[in-house]
């Protein structure tokens, strides 16, 4: 569990794959934004640097589909990067890794991955972009393991691996719980996100044995915030609020929360407030608990990722190196030409 001014991050175990601690929600398992936490203007768009990628072309043809221009071309650069920096460090010759852009449109360059021979996708970044891809990328039996972290879209080929809402807020309940707290109340952006944060806030707090005394949606303009905020503990106070959406946003609620009837409410996050880690540092925070995946090894990937690059990553990053560990994984035994085995994706547990 971490308190945001000490920037502490709680411990989890890692996936199967994964070194990093990704969340792969599976399709016949039963989540997130469909846009990722806003981007500083991207940088020029420039190729992942291949050196030591092998040049033959008897490979195993993996795609990845992610913006390289547009308002999330940094966050798909970055994903790239990151990709490419996990392909190299398996020492894997057998995966050929090219890039496609998706910011002029998903469904256009999941049909250029396909003409090219492409026998699995990973990415795209956006729900609604892997939605998009998701009619060709079935039809050529070709599986979609999707950054996205909305389990919604899962199902039928398609992937998803993210950040969990459920996952977060299921642990930072149950450590509130721990620590005394019995009267919860939320504040939810209106949208995918929200309803999937209300969803697991209801489960959460059920699966607690703890009392949900009120929970309001609003939409991101401040009048809607103060008035969800008014309305939140109109009938009865609360010892502990969730704040599903991202820590600039819940900069913006705390004050509001500060004076209305429970005042002195423990202030509770998601894992979107560890994309933001400059924002943890804000007075209005001090003393909020958040739930998220491990830092350590994330913080072992910024080091690498900074000394290739010159500069530190996107937390999302992450979702393109744990991804292509996957691919490493499987593609043991991937025969080359073969479809790519979307069983070894599932869950033991369906």
Not at 204 to 231: I, W
Not at 332 to 347: E, I, S
Request: proline share 7%.
């Amino acid at each position: 569990m971490a308190d945001a001014p000490a920037y502490r991050q709680p411990r989890s175990k890692f996936s199967t794959w994964a070194a990093i601690g990704l969340s792969l929600l599976l399709a016949s398992c039963a989540s997130g934004p469909k846009r990722p936490v806003a981007v500083a203007p991207p940088p020029p768009v420039v190729a992942p640097d291949d050196a030591g990628l092998p040049k033959d072309q008897a490979r195993h043809r993996v795609a990845l589909l992610v913006p390289l221009s547009g308002p999330n071309g940094g966050v798909g650069q970055s994903i790239a990067n990151a990709t490419t920096m996990a392909l190299i460090d398996t020492g894997n010759k057998s995966v050929r890794l090219t890039t496609y852009d998706t910011a002029t449109g998903a469904a256009a360059a999941a049909q250029r991955a396909l003409n090219d021979g492409n026998r699995l996708f990973l990415g795209p970044l956006l729900s609604e972009d892997a939605v998009a891809v998701a009619p060709a990328a079935r039809k050529a039996n070709v599986p979609v393991i999707s950054f996205s972290n909305d389990a919604t879209i899962a199902g039928d080929g398609i992937y998803v691996m993210g950040f969990s809402p459920a996952q977060s807020i299921e642990r930072v309940i149950r450590y509130a719980k721990s620590k005394g707290v019995n009267r919860f109340a939320a504040l939810v952006p209106a949208g995918v996100y929200g309803r999937n944060a209300s969803t697991a806030m209801i489960r959460s707090v059920e699966g607690a044995g703890a009392s949900l005394v009120a929970m309001k949606s609003y939409e991101r303009t401040p009048r809607s915030l103060e008035k969800a905020v008014a309305e939140l503990g109109r009938n009865q106070g609360y010892d502990a609020v969730l704040i599903g959406d991202t820590a600039r946003h819940a900069i913006g609620a705390v004050p509001l929360i500060r004076k209305s009837s429970s005042p002195r409410a423990r202030i509770l996050g998601t894992e979107l407030w560890a994309a933001e880690p400059g924002a943890l540092g804000v007075a209005v925070l001090s003393g909020a608990w958040y739930a998220s995946v491990s830092d350590v090894r994330y913080r072992q990937l910024a080091a690498a990722y900074r000394r290739q690059f010159g500069k530190s990553p996107f937390r999302l990053a992450s979702l393109g190196y744990d991804s292509m560990l996957l691919v490493a994984s499987i593609a043991r035994d991937w025969k080359v030409g073969d479809r790519f085995p979307g069983d070894r994706l599932r869950d033991e547990d369906g």
